[in-house]
């Protein structure tokens, strides 16, 4: 430790102040990419939806405990790309939604 604060204290301010913006665009970089990591796993449950039966399947959703992300004025709702099919089929059977569309679909 002695001969840290040795190093640190020899440096100029210029070589502290590059270390510290380095250091900060490091932990910057790692926070967005775990960020980007944890969303590339999500995709589209629905496409389109009012506000209306966005919010109904948003609460079926936190019923079932399933985490989502909403798009586009929270009319696209995202999900994680492992339990798409069977929350699809969780939701069909309570009939949502009745407008929009599914995923992907041009």
């Known amino acids: 430790m002695d001969q840290f604060k040795r190093i640190w204290i020899s440096m100029s301010v210029g070589q ?3 270390i510290g ?3 900060m665009a490091a932990v910057a970089a790692l926070m967005w990419l775990s960020s980007w990591r944890t969303e590339a796993g999500f995709k ?4 389109g939806l009012d506000s209306t039966e ?8 936190k019923e079932a405990g399933v985490p989502f992300r909403l ?3 929270g009319g696209t709702i995202l ?3 492992d ?3 069977e929350t699809r089929l969780l939701l ?5 939604p009745k407008t929009g569309r599914i995923g992907y679909e041009l």
Do not use: F
């Open 92 to 96: 069909a059977r309570e009939g949502l």
């Open 16 to 18: 502290r102040t590059s």
């Open 71 to 73: 798009q586009e004025d």
């Open 54 to 61: 966005a919010g109904d399947v948003v609460k079926k959703l």
């Open 83 to 85: 339990s798409l099919n």
């Open 44 to 47: 589209p449950l629905y496409r």
């Open 79 to 81: 999900i994680p790309s």
């Open 21 to 23: 913006v380095t250091l």
